[in-house]
Each structure stands twice: as structure tokens, then as C-alpha cells.
């Protein structure tokens, strides 16, 4: 069983379209972050949210904790083939010591 | 900087045999990181490090052993290794706890297949 459910598991769209990839749990989370993997390669760190609500921008990607933060939320504008990869949320529970707890991943396909 | 440094690459071991997974980093992390990658499972942490010569089990230890004997080097050790094994195998490391706002850096992985 998954602390953390990535929905959707596989993303194809075209470029130039728009995506929302969602994390969610039960679970209260003190920070969660969000990582981008490339085949044959490890994850690489996107964005990490700390704060109820908050919302981060990088570039056409918006990122999104939740008000209670047992969830998040990731939005790419315009996608392009770059963003093809495998997206990871990874939240840290609040009474442990900080160990990440990883989603299973959203497979993005962007086709030009 | 080479980050995070994994070897081998690729290895196919049959039933029985042992192996070791490398790890390196050279950006003076305190902690380091064991895990494996199924289809569709996520990452699974095995074992942890928060120093040197300090090891910790993760969520699936059972078949692994580890070491940390300096702060630059987290060898994983597999002594009997079984088809439930077969996986992709990453090693991390972070300036501080995961999860505490301090970004993990990832290896580039090890695919192991066991037959």
C-alpha cells in the first residue's frame, strides 16, 4: 500500500498543451517535494513546498501544497517534449525523523 | 563535482551469489541512502546512513547489508541474492534529513538482474 497515490500513472498529451499531475494521502506531511526522472538517470529535485497553501512557480510548472497538507499538485502550461520523464512526489511524515515516503509516479509523455 | 556515484551500471548474478553496489559522493553529506525502484512501486528505502559509522534499517532491509565506514562511502552488500531482487538500485545523499526542506541527490543507478 502507497502512503502517497500519484494520479494519474501515465500521461500522453501533445506539446503545447496544459497537464496536472496529483499526489494525496492521508497522512499530514511536514514538507513534500516534488522530483523529475529521466530514463537511466536518478531523480532530480524539482521543488520542495513546506507551508500549507503554498504555491511555487519554475518556469511553466506551478506547484501546489495542500491547505492541510496531506496533498500537492503539479500543473505544467504549454508542455513541451522536454518535459517527458517520470514524476515523483515525495512527502515527509511529521512524527519520524524526516525519512521521505515516495509516490509510485506519474509517467508524462509529451509528443511533438 | 561528480555528485553521486554509482558502480556498476548493469550486473546479472545468478541465485546465490553476492555482490556489492558502490557508492561514492564527494559533497561531504552527512546522510546517504539505499534504495530500490520497481514498475510502478516507487522508490523503497532499504537502509540509511547519517554518518559515518552509523547504519540504519529502512522500510525493506531483508536480503541487504551496509556499511558506512567513511563519510564519502555507503556500499550496499547483497549475500544470497534471489529473483526478488531483481530491481533498480539508487543511492542518495543529502546535507541534512530528507524530507526537511534538504534536497536528496541521486546516483544514476545500479540495474540488477538475478536469475
Known amino acids: 500500500t502507497q502512503l502517497l497515490e500519484q494520479s494519474p500513472q501515465f500521461l500522453s498529451i501533445q506539446e503545447g498543451e496544459n497537464l496536472t499531475v496529483y499526489c494525496n494521502s492521508s497522512s499530514v506531511f511536514s514538507s513534500l517535494q516534488w522530483y523529475r526522472q529521466e530514463p537511466g538517470e536518478g531523480p532530480v529535485l524539482l521543488v520542495t513546498v513546506v507551508t500549507g497553501g503554498e504555491v511555487k512557480k519554475l518556469k511553466r510548472l506551478t506547484f501546489q501544497f495542500g491547505d492541510a497538507r496531506k496533498d500537492s499538485s503539479l500543473h505544467i502550461t504549454a508542455a513541451q517534449p522536454g518535459d517527458t520523464g517520470l514524476y515523483l512526489c515525495?512527502?515527509?511524515?511529521?512524527?519520524?525523523?524526516?525519512?521521505?515516503?515516495f509516490g509510485a509516479g506519474t509517467q508524462v509523455v509529451v509528443t511533438p | 563535482n561528480a555528485g553521486v556515484t554509482q558502480t556498476p551500471k548493469f550486473r546479472i548474478l545468478k541465485i546465490g551469489q553476492s555482490m556489492t553496489l558502490q557508492c561514492t559522493q564527494d559533497m561531504n553529506h552527512n546522510y546517504m541512502y539505499w534504495y530500490r525502484q520497481d514498475p510502478g512501486m516507487g522508490l523503497k528505502l532499504i537502509y540509511y546512513?547519517?554518518?559515518?559509522?552509523?547504519?540504519d534499517k529502512g522500510e525493506v532491509p531483508n536480503g541487504y547489508n551496509v556499511s558506512r565506514s567513511t563519510t564519502e562511502d555507503f556500499p550496499l552488500r547483497l549475500e544470497l541474492a534471489a529473483p526478488s531482487q531483481t530491481s533498480v538500485y539508487f543511492c542518495?545523499?543529502?546535507?541534512?534529513?530528507?524530507?526537511?526542506?534538504?534536497?536528496?541527490?541521486f546516483g544514476n543507478g545500479t540495474r540488477l538482474t538475478v536469475t
Open positions: 542518495a545523499s543529502s546535507y541534512s534529513e530528507g524530507g526537511l526542506g534538504s534536497p536528496l541527490h
Open positions: 515525495a512527502g515527509a511524515i511529521t512524527d519520524s525523523w524526516g525519512k521521505l515516503q
Open positions: 546512513s547519517v554518518g559515518a559509522g552509523i547504519t
